[in-house]
């Protein structure tokens, strides 16, 4: 089975290739960014094990673009949670980074 960043793997028009459990994929904007790459070159994106997701189809490219749009929001869920968390902290007088001290030494 190819890697999903083996961009060799899908060079022809009308290949499909498979791709299975990833210890650590992409994020989700690289994983579009990856299958639209292979779609233009003409090839299909199936992951093994999960059969609704196979570019050959409509329902596939369907399911595909909603899994990316899920991905994108609760990314930018993080992200705002992320920087109330960080503007909480600043407003309780938390410092973050080294000290000065530390950072002249760099």
Do not use: C
Not at 48 to 62: E, F, R
């Amino acid at each position: 089975m190819a890697g999903l960043h083996s961009n060799n793997a899908w060079s022809s028009s009308g290949t499909a290739t498979p791709v299975g459990h990833q210890d650590r994929p992409p994020g989700p904007s690289d994983l579009y960014r990856i299958v639209s790459e292979v779609t233009e070159k003409g090839a299909s994106f199936k992951v093994v094990d999960d059969p609704s997701i196979d570019t050959t189809s409509p329902t596939g490219k369907l399911v595909m673009g909603i899994l990316a749009l899920i991905a994108e929001f609760e990314n930018d869920i993080r992200r705002e949670r992320q920087m109330d968390g960080i503007a909480k902290a600043k407003d309780r007088g938390v410092k973050f980074g080294g000290s000065v001290s530390s950072r002249a030494t760099r």
